[in-house]
T-cell receptor, first 119, second 113 residues
Framework: DAGVTQSPTHLIKTRGQQVTLRCSPK?????VSWYQQALGQGPQFIFQ???????QRGNFPDRFSGHQYPNYSSELNVNALLLGDSALYLC??????????????????FGNGTRLTVT | GDSVTQMEGPVTLSEEAFLTINCTYT??????LFWYVQYPGEGLQLLLK?????DKGSNKGFEATYRKETTSFHLEKGSVQVSDSAVYFC????????????FGAGTRLTVKP
């Protein structure tokens, strides 16, 4: 059973460039979340996608955008890269279920991340 | 807003020593609490969780109890092994809703033979 897979594993970009990171969720999962983990810090929530729409967003600028495809895979796009965008980007997948008229997620399963270095 | 405060590291222990990593939280309502572990070069793995007060999560010899009165979720293990060396993250979300998981800064544990 394949877990969450992310590509590429490492990436080096120059300031001002754009980058696209990719994620395939664990089999059976329909929800994808993206996190940014700066060196020595805990992950910070960027956004979550469900049913091909952004369901919730953390405190990140519009330079960060995403997409989810019908097969539940997802992309994270970052435009106009800054040095401060250098970090490990983690994708996490989960299942969303309807319960008591609200949507709940199963525990997150994380991929190994993409290490982005901006020079 | 909701937040987690973790014991600062790094923590260095000898094999078979007792481990405690402190975690306290600030949240409205009744959050779910988690411990994740990150081994070198890997993503985060769920270690254990608790979803209501007085619940005890346990896995691989690790355990943590959800203490609402002290807003704490301390991680413990009675006898650590070299293979437990990793970074440990305490985290919370709203009950069953993992849309925006809040993580602590992480505690690096090194276990020496």
């Amino acid at each position: 059973d394949a877990g969450v897979t992310q590509s590429p594993t490492h990436l080096i970009k120059t300031r001002g460039q754009q980058v696209t990171l990719r994620c395939s969720p664990k089999s059976g999962h329909d929800t994808v979340s993206w996190y940014q983990q700066a060196l020595g810090q805990g992950p910070q929530f960027i956004f979550q996608y469900y049913e091909e729409e952004e369901r919730q967003r953390g405190n990140f600028p519009d330079r960060f955008s995403g997409h989810q495809y019908p097969n539940y895979s997802s992309e994270l796009n970052v435009n106009a890269l800054l040095l401060g965008d250098s970090a490990l980007y983690l994708c996490a997948s989960s299942s969303t279920v309807l319960q008591d008229l609200d949507l709940y997620n199963s525990p997150l399963h994380f991929g190994n991340g993409t290490r982005l270095t901006v020079t | 807003g909701d937040s987690v405060t973790q014991m600062e590291g790094p923590v260095t222990l000898s094999e078979e020593a007792f481990l405690t990593i402190n975690c306290t939280y600030t949240a409205t309502g009744y959050p779910s609490l988690f411990w994740y572990v990150q081994y070198p070069g890997e993503g985060l793995q769920l270690l254990l969780k608790a979803t209501k007060a007085d619940d005890k999560g346990s896995n691989k010899g690790f355990e943590a109890t959800y203490r609402k009165e002290t807003t704490s979720f301390h991680l413990e293990k009675g006898s650590v092994q070299v293979s437990d060396s990793a970074v440990y993250f305490c985290a919370l979300t709203r009950l069953y809703n993992n849309n925006d998981m809040r993580f602590g800064a992480g505690t690096r544990l090194t276990v020496k033979p």
